[in-house]
């Protein structure tokens, strides 16, 4: 593989994205569109972790069902996808030799969840690195530190979500009822700051969005974009497309794709 690789921004679903047909198709035919990446890094909105670290890559292991309350067949979902020890190598040298290895630590439903849908082979190495901070600027120098690893093929997913807040989800509703105000308030703002490239504004999500502690009454689901946008700024510009967009139970399900 010649090209960079790219960086996503998905909106990657709970468990149950797998009885969604049309976000199951969305994934699907987005993964189509890419050139198939040699190995993936997967940054989820279910793990912050400080120092920084990365999952197993010296062996395999099961996944992490970090949820509870769900069918007994969400518990029943594999994902054997290969480890990436060079890749956790890479990381740690790219990010000076501070990152933890923690060889416990399974793929979360962050990450499996969307990959079982984009690649159900199972045969691209994974490594999932953990958010340090909640911090947008520190995420942002994360994502540029890491940049090099699109150089060799790396592909570098942020997987959060871009509206979270669950007191808007009614499984009662359809899964395509209009959703509440603020959550297509702030879906509006954020397509138009990446749109613009306006790196400031993102950055600044929490002072420029409209709504935003309503959207995200807690911003770990938004803050995979930061490690994304820095990973992608890098190149010299913040170029995107809108993949996927439309909302889920009132959550913007919108991603993006970053090119450059």
């Not at 040699?38 to 010296?58: D, G, N, T, Y």
């Not at 613009?196 to 969005?209: K, N, S």
Request: no cysteine; aromatic share 10%; charged share 20%.
């Amino acid at each position: 593989m010649t090209d960079r690789a790219p960086v996503l921004y998905l909106s990657h679903g709970a468990p149950p994205l797998a009885d969604d047909a049309t976000w199951k198709a969305e994934l699907a035919s987005w993964s189509t569109q890419l050139a198939r990446p040699k190995q993936i890094l997967m940054v989820s909105a279910h793990w912050e972790a400080a120092p920084i670290a990365v999952s197993a890559s010296a062996r395999k292991v099961p996944l992490l069902y970090d949820f509870w309350g769900f069918p007994q067949k969400y518990y029943e979902v594999t994902y054997d996808a290969p480890t990436a020890p060079d890749l956790a190598a890479d990381v740690d040298r790219l990010l000076g030799g501070v990152v933890q290895r923690d060889e416990s630590r399974g793929l979360d439903h962050g990450a499996y969840v969307p990959l079982v849908e984009m690649y159900p082979d199972a045969d691209i190495p994974v490594l999932q690195l953990s958010m340090p901070t909640l911090e947008p600027r520190a995420l942002f120098e994360v994502g540029r530190a890491l940049a090099p690893l699109r150089d060799a093929g790396t592909m570098i997913v942020g997987s959060g979500f871009t509206t979270h807040n669950l007191r808007w989800f009614n499984p009662g509703a359809p899964a395509d009822a209009p959703a509440p105000a603020a959550s297509v308030e702030f879906d509006h703002w954020a397509a138009e700051a990446m749109a613009t490239q306006d790196v400031d504004a993102l950055l600044d999500t929490d002072h420029r969005a409209p709504a935003a502690r309503i959207a995200h009454p807690r911003t770990e689901h938004w803050a995979p974009l930061y490690v994304a946008l820095g990973a992608a700024y890098a190149g010299g510009s913040l170029a995107s497309t809108s993949v996927v967009d439309g909302f889920w139970y009132g959550l913007s399900k919108r991603s993006w794709q970053f090119a450059n």
